[in-house]
């Protein structure tokens, strides 16, 4: 069963900044998708940045260029980097694994963490 357990969530003021960690366990795909959606009320959940096993990001329009996204060595921790965070970024944040097994794909998703920027 893999799990995915996240950490950082907090509060910013506008402009400031905040790292997301979401360690992943039990997966046993090396072939893989890891990355961050956050979801405000009454907004649907939307992705903020991914990051492939191979290396490729992708990033919302809303955080490009704000936003980035890493991983460890293993390949099984991948971390938000938040800077010049706005009041609009406030949502809870969840991480998503998404496991490659041919053409079978398994998801799963992290707890969520509350981010809120304000002053």
């Known amino acids: 069963q893999v799990q995915l357990v996240e950490s950082g969530g907090g509060l910013a003021q506008p402009g400031g900044s905040l790292r997301l960690s979401c360690a992943a366990s039990g997966s046993i795909f090396s072939l893989n998708i890891m990355g961050w959606y956050r979801q405000a009320p009454g907004n649907q959940r939307d992705r903020v940045a991914s990051?492939?096993?191979?290396?490729?990001?992708h990033y919302a329009d809303s955080s490009q260029g704000r936003f980035t996204i890493s991983r460890d060595n293993t390949g099984n921790t991948v971390y938000l980097q938040m800077d010049s965070l706005k009041p609009e970024d406030t949502a809870v944040y969840y991480c998503k694994r998404v496991d490659i097994d041919g053409a079978s794909q398994h998801t799963y998703w992290g707890q969520g963490t509350q981010v809120t920027v304000s002053s």
């Open positions: 990051m492939t096993s191979d290396g490729n990001t």
